[in-house]
Each structure stands twice: as C-alpha cells, then as structure tokens.
C-alpha cells in the first residue's frame, strides 16, 4: 500500500458532502439527509465527523428540498477558531454523483485535496477517514472500499492481478464475472484537487443510467499513471448508507450500541445496553449507573456515582455526585445538586437550580426556580418561578402561582419555611424566614417570618343541606 509524503500531508483540505439526494422510498417530505437519528439529522452528523478533520472548507451539495437543508443549517456556527463555515453549492438536475461534486469544484483551488463525503453515510469514523486521507497526495487517489458477503446493488471494485486498482463497476453495467466480487465501492474518495477538477471534466454518461459517475474518475487515474491506494473499511456498518426507514432503524441500533460500548468502557454501569439512548455527548464521573431505557440528550453531565432510574429522559441537565434519579423523571435544562433524590415521576423544566441534599418526589415539577441545601417538595407539588431557600419544606400539594394569564411573577421563599399541604402561594409574594403556612391556605400576601399564617375560610356545616337525588325513571 502507497503511502505520502509529509509535504503532501499538509496540503489543505476540502470536503465535498453529497445531500442532493431526494429519497423516495423515506416516503417522507423531509428531505432524506434531515431524517433523524438518535434525534439529529443524518447530514448533521457527516459535518461534525468532516469538521474533525479541520479541513480548509466543508462544500454540501444540496438539490431536492434545498431549501429546507439549508435553513436547517442556517444557524450552524462554527465551534471552534479556524473551523471553517459552510458553503452551499445547487445541484439542480440531479445527473450523477460526478455531476454533483463538479457543483462544488469552483470553489476548491487546486492546491487542496478533495475529500469526498456523503449526506446518508452518518456513521464513517474519524480515524477510518484520517487513514484514507493518508494515502492520498498531489499524485495519489484514495479509495474507501468495503467487503460485502452480499454485494447486491453495490459498485464493484476491480483489481488485476496483482492486487491495483483498476476501475469501479456498477452493478447495472457489470458483467456476470464482475458480479461474483464482493469488494464494493463505498463512494468515498480523496484525490488532489487539480487532477480530479481534468478527470471530472472528462466524464461522459454512456451508462445504463444515463448519468455522470463519479466512481468513472478511477479508471481515468489508472490511465494516467496515477496511483489508487485502496483501503477496505475497518467495519461495514460505518460506511453503509440510509435509503429507507428500515435503513435508518438499522443505523439507529449500530450508533445506540456504538455509544453503549463506548460509556461501557469508560466505567458506566449499564442495565441493558440494548435500551439505552445517547442523543448528544455525555460527560460523568466514575461507578455511574443507568438503569433500562433511559435517553440523554443534548449535553449532559453526570457527577460520581449519579444512579438514573428507568424510564428516564435527561437532557443539557447537569447532575451531581451520589444523587439518585428514580424511575420516570424528565430533567431538562437543569443544574442538580450533590446527594439529591429526585422522583419518582418528577419533571424539571429549564432553568431550574437545586442546592445539595434536596429531595423532589412523586409528581413534583419545579420551572425556572432554584432550592437551596437540604430543601424538600416530596409530594404533588408545582415550583415555578421562585426562589427557594434552604431547609424548606413544600407539603404534599403545595403550589407557586405563578402566572397571572399574561405574565409570570417571581417568588422568593426563605429559609427554614414550613408549607402545610394544599397550600397556594399567589405571586409575587414573599415568604420570611422560617415561616409556617397552615394547611389549605391560599396566601396574597407578605408571609412574616418565625409566624403562623392561615389563610382559609372557617369551616361550616350546612344542618338541613341535601344532596341532590337522581329522579328514578
């Protein structure tokens, strides 16, 4: 196997992603590279693989429902400085995947090479891609190739005897004897700029699709002396692409295990890796555990020993050393404390703070509101809008008023407050410190600190009342 210079190493790099694919059999308006998996779209993942290439430019080639991949994109900023933005190119006759990168082509100077992606193909890996890069140069062709059992409905790489890189053949235009090998065409390539701009240029449609093959180039750099440095790919499953909901299924089951395997053996203790779902990045401390069918999504961040209960959804929420999630909770966009026990059946809305030691029981839902050290809502509870302080104790249906039907009024309950059960806290409202409110109160005003407040009708019996009977029919 040819390898490169270090002079050639350095040449910048471009990378051409093909999404003008329409994708019939999604049976879907969403253009095919906006279908999710584990809830990005596929196209989605392709940028984030090529931007950690660090290349010069990342080129998408957009047709079928352009419009919605770009806007999609339209607030896609790059993470870091030197990352560069992304550049759109039309396809507008949808003529061959040769068709599609000449797109790209007048925006990629010569002195770079071309790395050539694809909006469908979400699993390809960094380190299988910085391999094939490493054997293309300024006179050298990469080649991603794959070996099938069942190579149907695949291009089929040819070698001659002694193992080179001779051309590729679709399976529409192969001959019997073509269709017995089972190393294929993956569709990714990498070859200098310059070269491949002449060998683009030279394509012609004389096919049983009528169309401009990018896959024709490589018979047209063994014609010129240039070398086709094959390499087979590490798995299969990361270069397969998605063209149906069946396809796409698939895929979403290789990354979930992908990831599981890769928590596993970081330390995180996993149920059932089967039943687990990863849709962002996961950053945690050591014997964390996570029980059957529990999603992270977006950013998330688990302390030492962080135990999450089944049936669980957290997502951009950070949670603390040796705090226990119970069965059935959604924590969203919300920072927890260390030693907390949350749920079960307990919701966090965005913008919600816990202190250390709080607990949050069963149907208990706190919004942009924080609690401080060692503060308790256990039972049927809504905390919206409030700031709560420490050892507060929120009795068994206690609720924060909050909204007026047009805005949202702030609370502020200090500590050491004690609320009885059905308890209606109307915003604003201040609560002092180490306050007691009686059960069934509904209170309007300024609670005094150290007091008993009551706020409740009297009780009264009505001796001569009767309940209403049913006429018998």
Not at 52 to 60: M, R, S
Not at 246 to 258: F, K, M, N, P, T
Not at 397 to 406: C, L, P, S
């Amino acid at each position: 196997m040819a390898t490169v210079s270090n002079t050639s190493r350095a040449l910048p790099l471009a990378v051409v992603i093909l999404a003008a694919g329409e994708g019939k059999r999604m049976k879907s308006a969403r253009p095919k590279v906006l279908q999710p998996l584990a809830g990005r779209p596929l196209l989605a993942h392709v940028i984030d693989t090529a931007r950690a290439l660090e290349p010069a430019a990342i080129h998408i080639v957009y047709g079928h429902g352009g419009e919605q991949v770009r806007e999609a994109f339209a607030s896609d900023t790059p993470a870091g400085k030197g990352t560069p933005p992304l550049s759109w190119a039309l396809q507008a006759q949808r003529l061959g995947t040769g068709h599609a990168v000449t797109q790209a082509m007048p925006g990629i100077p010569d002195d770079q090479r071309v790395l050539v992606l694809y909006g469908d193909v979400p699993l390809i890996q960094r380190s299988t891609l910085q391999a094939l890069l490493a054997l293309a140069g300024p006179k050298q062709v990469a080649l991603l190739t794959m070996m099938l059992d069942d190579p149907s409905g695949y291009g089929r790489v040819m070698r001659d005897a002694r193992g080179r890189v001779l051309r590729i053949v679709e399976e529409k235009d192969a001959a019997k004897r073509d269709l017995r090998v089972r190393e294929c065409n993956t569709g990714v390539l990498a070859a200098p700029a310059k070269l491949l701009r002449k060998w683009l240029r030279g394509l012609k449609n004389k096919n049983a699709q009528g169309e401009y093959y990018l896959t024709d180039v490589i018979a047209a750099a063994v014609k010129e002396g240039i070398a086709v440095n094959p390499l087979v790919a590490p798995t299969v499953t990361e270069v397969l692409g998605v063209n149906d909901k069946v396809q796409l299924a698939e895929l979403e089951g290789v990354y979930r295990a992908r990831i599981a395997r890769e928590l596993l053996l970081a330390g995180v203790t996993i149920a059932d890796p089967a039943r687990i779902d990863v849709r962002g990045t996961v950053s945690h401390g050591s014997d964390v555990f996570l029980d059957a069918n529990v999603l992270l999504e977006g950013n998330v961040k688990l302390g030492n020993r962080v135990r999450i209960g089944p049936n669980c959804v957290v997502r951009n929420s950070e949670i603390g050393d040796d705090t226990v999630v119970f069965p059935n909770c959604v924590i969203d966009s919300a920072i927890i404390g260390q030693s907390c026990n949350i749920g079960p059946f307990a919701r966090f809305r965005p913008s919600s703070r816990l202190a250390d030691e709080v607990h949050i029981g069963n149907f208990v839902e706190v919004k942009n509101s924080q609690l401080g050290a060692g503060s308790k809502a256990n039972h049927l509870t809504y905390v919206g809008d409030a700031q709560v302080g420490s050892r507060v104790n929120l009795g068994a249906g206690t609720i924060v008023a909050n909204y007026d039907g047009a805005n949202k009024h702030l609370t502020r309950i200090e500590d050491d407050v004690h609320t009885g059960s059905n308890s209606v806290l109307v915003a604003p409202i201040v609560v002092g410190a180490g306050a007691t409110i009686a059960a069934g109160s509904t209170v309007m005003r300024e609670v005094p600190p150290g007091k008993l407040t009551i706020a409740r009708a009297r009780q009264t019996t009505i001796e001569d009342w009767q309940r209403p009977v049913k006429t018998k029919k």
